[in-house]
């Protein structure tokens, strides 16, 4: 008998998986893989057992990101790939593979096959949490993505600008006509506030996901500054980066926990 799981065609390695939450933006450049990994990190810091893929495929920006440029996964010739492992979260990204053993692994062309390969060909084992960063753009290759990708759920990234909220709404139309639940809206580069000092300026403008969640009726689940800090230190060091976080990650834990566990067995856009 074909199990709904099968059904499903959810593949092995992702069956010990409570929830894989994709995040999304419609623009490049917006913070999506910042918010990506240090949502990874307080879920960790919480107690849970986390993955963390990235998507970007051509611009893999996690090594940095996770301070790990020294780390390589090991490219084997069985089906799967072991992730890394660093302060208790697991994560996996095309930047840890070397040019040299790439082909042995890329055996589909198109961005969306190697995401899935990411995705799914890897050993995860039992996690509450599988953080995807979808890769940039918006349309094909993301619809693609979409429709093959097990997600339980999305969050939407934004900047406050008139243009990048524009170009979000394209974004949270597709989620909504695939049916996939959005958790709510982060705006990254909300504003910035220097050094003791307790005046913020907003340098791209203000609000833009404020109307958003108007207009969508979507949670904006957190507003999170421009800091002044090289990138590797966005993760490291900034205590500020971390706090805000870790106030999205708790309302992340319980949005998903509040989903039915009906819902979560299913999934919505290739369930239609
Ligand atoms: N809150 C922030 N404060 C300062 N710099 C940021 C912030 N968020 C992102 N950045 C920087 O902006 C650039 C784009 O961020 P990234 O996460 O790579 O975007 P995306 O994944 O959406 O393309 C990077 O150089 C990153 O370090
Ligand atoms: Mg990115």
Redesign the pocket.
């Known amino acids: 008998m074909i199990t709904k799981n099968e059904q499903l065609r959810i593949p092995s390695t992702l069956m010990e998986i409570d929830h894989i939450l994709g995040i999304f933006?419609a623009?490049?450049?917006?913070?999506?893989?910042?918010?990506?990994?240090n949502l990874a990190k307080s879920l960790v810091s919480k107690g849970f057992k986390v993955g963390l893929v990235d998507g970007?495929i051509y611009g893999p920006?996690h090594p940095v990101?996770l301070n790990a440029t020294d780390m390589h996964l090991k490219v084997t010739n069985q089906e799967l790939l072991d992730p890394l492992e660093k302060d208790g979260l697991k994560f996996n990204s095309m930047g840890f593979i070397s040019a040299e053993k790439m082909p042995v692994i890329w055996r589909g062309p198109m961005v969306s096959g190697a995401v899935m390969q990411l995705m799914a060909q890897t050993n995860w084992g039992k996690l509450d949490y599988l953080i995807v960063?979808t890769p940039?753009g918006t349309g094909d290759v993301q619809l693609t993505l979409l429709q093959k990708i097990a997600l339980s759920a999305a969050i939407v990234?934004t900047t406050p600008q008139d243009i990048a909220v524009a170009d979000t709404m394209k974004g949270i139309e597709m989620l909504k006509k695939l049916n996939l639940p959005i958790l709510g809206l982060i705006e990254?580069?909300s504003y910035f506030e220097p050094k003791d000092s307790k005046k913020r300026y907003y340098l791209y403008g203000k609000g833009g996901a404020k109307t958003l969640s108007k207009e969508y009726q979507l949670d904006l689940l957190g507003e999170?500054?421009?800091?002044?800090?090289e990138?590797s230190n966005?993760t490291n060091q900034n205590m500020e980066?971390s706090k805000i976080l870790d106030l999205i990650a708790s309302k992340v834990v319980k949005k998903l926990d509040s989903m039915s566990s009906k819902n979560k067995s299913l999934i919505p856009q290739v369930n239609k």
Do not use: T, Y
């Open positions: 933006s623009k490049g450049g917006v913070g999506k893989s910042v918010i990506s990994v970007d920006s990101l960063d940039p990234v990254n580069m999170v500054p421009q800091f002044e800090f990138e966005l980066i």
